[in-house]
Structures are given as structure tokens and as C-alpha cells.
């Protein structure tokens, strides 16, 4: 879409944030560059796979990367989806099969596989939740996400974490998604669709009505097929007409639905994101460039990530009583190796402590390309660490942990260092590349 003269922009394959509209990155010269004055501010988005069973099934058989792929039953059956090159051809989602072979005759058909799929969604709702708690899965591909409040814990505003989000779901799992953000969820989903595939798009408050008005009323989300044809036998079609209609009359002839269309028609939603029940995990992990075997190598990553967790763990307002070491080899085997703590904790000092006893039993020459960190059991933060009787210096190493914590809300992360991870280099959240 075309935003407003945009005071802020960021480069979506460099991640390199920009201070003007630009159409090309200065950085790395890439023309996916998102700008729009409100890119700084906005933190509530939509992330939608893309064509998500059919990338899945091209990411396993490369054979199939510039062939039109259909997912779906046999001759009798209907698409499922269908890939970017079948969707030029006509096929769409629900199609009789039949006729979507009539538009596309030398398509791929493979029959879903709900399983692996279903496993796919979950790695990538897990990579959201490693940014913030509040996900809310509406599908096995789509999810809303709420990323206000965690600016300060990655160091950046929301619109570059998503699109460092993007790329690591792209070059670790191996599917494109598309991004909608903007303040309320009716607007990062209807942004979300605005650029499919690998799109990135914004609506910002400023705009919302007059974007809206241009949008047929079935563009609002959740008026199917009937509510449409009632309105439209009411002479009601664009949204425009809606935000123009006396509210009271609207909502006297259509009730509660009125209600309700009326408030999206102005852009009012007032819906927050609701993750699916508690939270099971918080976690945080990265891939190497190189595989590693050393625990001084190791030890240093696994400190980083362990300041990351208890930062998201204190966020929340939870505490957790389980402790979760990941680690994956050289040949893609994982290991997960878990401790349960006698104390519910949000200290970094201690989530390090049990991490590492952890990490040491694994230390046998193996090389890891990837190694993370998760706590779960969760409990109020009232009742974390309590004085610890047994350890005399953990009162001195929470205090001090708290003095850090007040340094790095002030100056940001990277403002003061442990002697873990001082001189060592950061871990990367990118996976390697091939």
C-alpha cells in the first residue's frame, strides 16, 4: 500500500533502519525497504504464512520450486491450497479439483499431510512466542501477535523485530510469511493481505478511515456470503456508506452484527491478543554459523540467551519452576534435557545455573549447530525467589542482577556485560545459510 511521506523505514533484509522513504536500501541496496510515519510506534501484527502447505511440500522436493503445486484431494476432491504459480492460473482454495485442473492440466497434486504441516505451524508459532507471550494462533498458518512492551527488551522497535522475524522463518523453516501491523487486529489483518507473498505491510491510525472508506463492506472480516447479500439488498456495499449512516439506525435495523460492523467501519477494534490458554513456554535459542563442541564456545551463548528468557519471564509478570536445555547436532538430532527447580525463578543467575549443569552432561566431543534455553511450570512472580538459605551469596548475586537489569532499561542490552559473555560474540538468531 502507499504510505504517507514516512519519517522512519527499515530495510527488510538487512534489518537496517532508515530515517526517510527510501526505495532502495542505502545499506545493502535491496528494494524491500518498508517506510511509513508510523513504523515506529505500531506493535500489534498479523503474520500469515504464504501458500503455507504447498511451500512446505516445495521446500521438501526443490524439484518442485517453479512448478504449480496443488494440495488437495484426489479428482473428486477440492484444493487445499494451491501455490503462487497454480493461483495465476485461476486454481483457488476449495476449487472442485476437476476444474482446477482444467485451468492448470500440468500442476503437481499432492495430498495434504496435516500432520507435518501442523508440526511446521507450530516451530513458527514457537519462533513468535520467543518474542513475546501474547500470541494468538487463529489457524495453523496465522496468528495475531502483541509485540508492545518488548521495544526495550530487543533493543528496537517492533517493525524491525518482526522483520528479522521473517527472515529467520524463511531461511530456518523455509517458508515465506507475510506481515500485516498496525494498531488493532481487524487492520494487521486486512494489512497482512495487502502484499502477499513475502509482504510487509502498514496501516497506521492516521489513516485508518480514509483507507477504509475505499474498501468494499465484505472486505471487513467475518461478513461472509449471506451478510453481504443482505446488505447489498439494503443498497449497502462500500464502507464508506457505513461510516456515513447514523450509528443508532444501523445498529436498531442489524443489531449486535451492527454494532460490530459499525465500530470496523471507523477502524475501532478493541480486541486484545489472547494467547490460547496459559503460556506453556518462554524460550529463546540460536543456530550457529559453525558447529561448535567446546563448552567455552557454548557457555558464553547460553548465558546470552538465558539474561533473554528471564528478561521475557520479568516482562510477564511469571515465574517458572522448569528449566528445558535444547540442543540439536551437527546431523539434526535433538536433545532435550529438562530440570525441574525447587523455587520458582525469573533470576537469569539461576536459570543459567540449572542451563549449565544441564549443558555439561551433553559435553562429550558432540558438535551443535543450534543450542536454546525454555522455562515453563509458570507461577506467579510473587512467588519467585525466595531467600535461599542454603546459598549465602544469592541474596548479593540477585541484587546485583537487579542493578543490572535497572543499567540495561536505561541504556539498553548491550549497555553492561557479564563475565560470561564480555568479549564473546553474540549469538546469532539467524540461521546459517546454505
Request: glycine share 8%.
Amino acid at each position: 500500500m502507499t504510505a504517507p511521506t514516512a519519517a522512519f523505514s527499515v530495510c527488510r533484509d538487512c534489518h537496517r533502519i532508515g530515517g526517510e522513504n527510501r526505495h532502495r536500501c542505502a545499506a545493502c541496496g535491496s528494494p524491500r525497504v518498508v517506510a511509513h510515519n508510523e513504523l515506529g510506534s505500531l506493535s500489534l501484527a498479523h503474520l500469515d504464512c504464504d501458500a503455507f502447505y504447498a511451500s512446505i511440500e516445495k521446500r521438501d522436493d526443490p524439484s518442485l520450486a517453479q512448478k504449480p503445486v496443488i494440495v488437495g484431494g484426489g479428482t473428486r476432491g477440492v484444493v487445499t491450497t494451491a501455490c503462487y504459480i497454480a493461483r495465476i492460473r485461476g486454481v483457488r482454495s476449495a476449487m472442485p479439483m476437476f476444474k482446477a485442473l482444467k485451468l492448470c492440466p500440468e500442476a503437481t497434486v499432492i495430498r495434504p499431510n496435516m500432520e507435518k504441516y501442523a508440526g511446521v505451524g507450530r516451530e513458527i508459532r514457537q519462533m513468535m512466542r520467543d518474542l513475546t507471550p501474547l500470541v494468538q494462533p487463529v489457524s495453523i498458518d496465522e496468528a495475531f501477535m502483541d509485540l508492545k512492551g518488548t521495544e526495550r527488551l530487543h533493543g528496537e522497535p517492533s517493525s524491525v523485530t518482526l522483520t528479522r522475524l521473517a527472515a529467520r522463518i524463511e531461511y530456518e523453516i523455509g517458508v515465506s510469511v507475510s506481515i500485516g501491523l498496525s494498531h488493532n487486529k481487524f487492520l494487521a489483518k486486512m494489512a497482512s493481505d495487502l502484499e502477499k507473498p513475502r509482504g510487509f505491510s502498514v496501516i497506521g491510525r492516521a489513516e485508518t478511515r480514509d483507507y477504509l472508506r475505499a474498501k468494499p463492506i465484505s472486505a471487513i472480516w467475518g461478513v461472509g456470503d449471506a451478510m453481504a447479500a443482505k446488505l447489498k439488498a439494503d443498497g449497502l456495499t462500500m464502507i464508506s456508506q457505513l461510516q456515513d449512516m447514523d450509528d443508532t439506525d444501523f445498529i436498531r435495523r442489524y443489531g449486535a452484527m451492527g454494532l460490530r460492523l459499525s465500530k470496523l467501519a471507523h477502524g475501532i477494534d478493541d480486541r486484545s491478543v489472547e494467547p490460547d490458554g496459559e503460556a506453556k513456554s518462554i524460550s529463546a535459542e540460536t543456530t550457529f554459523n559453525c558447529d561448535l563442541h567446546r563448552a567455552d564456545d557454548l557457555v558464553p551463548v547460553l548465558r546470552r540467551l538465558c539474561e533473554k528468557v528471564s528478561g521475557r519471564l520479568k516482562a510477564t509478570d511469571l515465574a517458572a519452576t522448569g528449566i528445558t536445555l535444547r540442543l540439536k547436532t551437527s546431523d539434526f538430532r535433538l536433545r532435550t534435557r529438562q530440570r525441574k527447580l525447587q523455587d520458582p525463578t525469573r533470576l537469569a543467575d539461576r536459570i543459567f545455573a540449572a542451563g549449565r549443569s544441564l549443558l555439561e552432561h551433553e559435553l562429550d566431543g558432540t558438535r551443535f549447530r543450534l543450542i536454546g534455553i525454555g522455562c515453563s511450570g509458570f507461577a506467579p512472580a510473587a512467588s519467585a525467589d525466595p531467600d535461599d538459605l542454603v546459598d549465602p551469596g544469592f541474596a548479593k548475586r540477585a541484587k546485583a542482577e537487579a542493578a543490572l537489569d535497572s543499567l540495561r532499561n536505561r541504556f539498553g542490552q548491550k549497555a553492561i556485560e557479564t563475565g560470561y559473555t564480555y568479549g564473546a560474540p553474540s549469538p546469532k538468531s539467524e540461521p546459517r545459510r546454505p
